[in-house]
């Protein structure tokens, strides 16, 4: 679709849009399920797509969460032009850009309908940045280890070194990124805010996502799914349930 924004199921005249943010070291890809579950819902689901990975392998990492959304920018705004309702989802890293992205958003007078985030401790944890930036500096190995133990999909990329190789360096960035990101804290935000979490998920304990409900003035639901870090996949029935259910207008 462009740049920075991939679209895998194209929906055509859609009733409303959700904007994706993959995790730390993910790419578009991340959401293609998903996106597929929400197709029929007349949810058009755009997905963000990072420099450093996939087709964007050749671009430099960002440094920072604000430049990454300063890259978005300039074409998000057009995609939203049109009015429909619009939504943001984050999961682990992708929620703080999806948050920071949220909260630029309103004060450019453009109010999501919800904001969902998934697998992340709440901005103002001092937990996040301290776990990435050491992960940031640690061996390949140790990475990897992290990485086994968050589950998902790396299993996979476990059995293929060479794609290991070309994948190690977009999660470091990431890392650094994370241990870099320092939380501001300024007014709420006001549209809903929808959390939802693994109760299993090794990094994230479920009862530190309820540190969300302070960072809006509107609405907020928590969602406890089964499974560890990556359960979206695992409960696409579940997800897509919540997402029709946020208050879109």
Known sequence: MSVWIRQFFP??????????????????????????SLADSRTDVLIVQ????QDRLAEPAADGLGELIDGLWSELLPVLADGRPFGLFGHSMGALLAFEAARRLERAERVPAALFVSACRGPASTA???????????????????????GGSVEALLAYPDLLELALPAVRSDFRMLGRY??????????????LVGDKDPRVPVEEMGSWRSETSGPYAEHVLGGGHFYLD??????????DAAPWR
């Open 234 to 243: 695992d409960h696409l029935p579940a997800v897509r349930g919540i997402v």
């Open 128 to 150: 996040i940045g301290a776990r990435a930036g050491t992960l940031a500096e640690a061996s390949d190995e140790a990475l990897v280890d992290e990485l086994r133990l968050l």
């Open 11 to 36: 929906v055509p005249q859609p009733d409303r849009r959700l904007i994706c943010f993959p995790h730390a070291g993910g790419s578009a890809s991340a959401y293609r399920a998903m996106a597929e």
């Open 182 to 195: 320092a939380y501001r804290p300024g007014a709420p935000l006001a549209c809903p805010l929808i959390s």
């Open 50 to 53: 990072y420099p450093g990975r």
